[in-house]
């Protein structure tokens, strides 16, 4: 839902926001490594992936597994199961549908703000039928410093024209809430199976499912927030 002349936005994290694709990473890791007769991820320690950048992680597997194939490799046959499983499996969230078309009414833009890498995010939105929906869309290939850095949101509000102190984030991670947060953002802490164990506190809200969200309710309170700081 691209817009003309607005100053406030939603700014969305895509992985296990949009999408619940982190089982899917989770699953497809694992399978990689079985196929390497290597033991699986715990779920805590891929949990401690999320929301950083994929070099993060792939340095750590590199060390935890041992890889006598180079990270290149690994990553080159990693990519080919996990196409396999987006096409197979990912969907947009019933709940994230739901405020996506509230945005209009509440005449709202948005941008997309991921540590994912380019290619895969717009192979992914390309799958989903919004690759052309956003204002702005901004990848962890687009910055030096990332998530829980503020340098993402903040690129995201330059580049969309959107105010920060005016606008929403969504995220499920530690580290974009973070990120949000730093930025000036009226953050919203979504709590997912893989992160609602984490302390997800610094969100200004927390909610168990997007559908929870009151869009005029959280721009009331931002404006309230606002008044109050000047």
């Known amino acids: 839902m691209k817009t003309g002349n607005l100053n406030r936005g939603v700014f969305f994290d895509f992985?296990?926001?949009l999408v619940d694709t982190e089982p899917i990473y989770f699953q497809t890791l694992n399978t990689l490594f079985t196929n390497m007769n290597k033991p699986p991820l715990t779920p805590s320690e891929y949990g401690n992936f999320i929301g950083k950048p994929t070099s993060v992680t792939w340095e750590y597997l590199a060390e935890r597994y041992d890889f006598k194939?180079?990270?290149?490799?690994?990553q080159s046959v990693y990519k080919e199961i996990l196409k396999v499983a987006l096409n197979d499996h990912m969907v947009l969230r019933d709940d994230a549908r739901q405020v996506l078309d509230s945005l209009e009414d509440n005449k709202l833009g948005s941008v997309l703000v991921t540590s994912g890498s380019h290619e895969w995010t717009y192979y992914k939105l390309n799958l989903l039928g919004l690759d052309d929906y956003f204002d702005c869309v901004i990848t962890g290939d687009d910055v030096v410093a990332s998530k829980p850095a503020p340098e993402i949101y903040l690129l995201a509000a330059k580049k969309?024209?959107?105010d920060t102190a005016c606008s929403i984030a969504i995220e499920d991670s530690i580290s974009g809430i973070e990120s949000s947060k730093k930025a000036g953002l009226f953050t919203i802490g979504l709590k997912t199976p893989l992160t609602g164990n984490f302390d997800l506190s610094y969100a200004d809200i927390l909610v168990d499912n997007l559908s929870e969200i009151e869009i005029p309710s959280i721009l009331e309170m931002i404006e309230s927030k606002n008044m109050v700081h000047i």
Request: net charge negative; aromatic share 16%.
């Open 15 to 17: 992985d296990g926001v």
């Open 69 to 74: 194939d180079s990270v290149d490799y690994q």
């Open 160 to 162: 969309s024209g959107f």
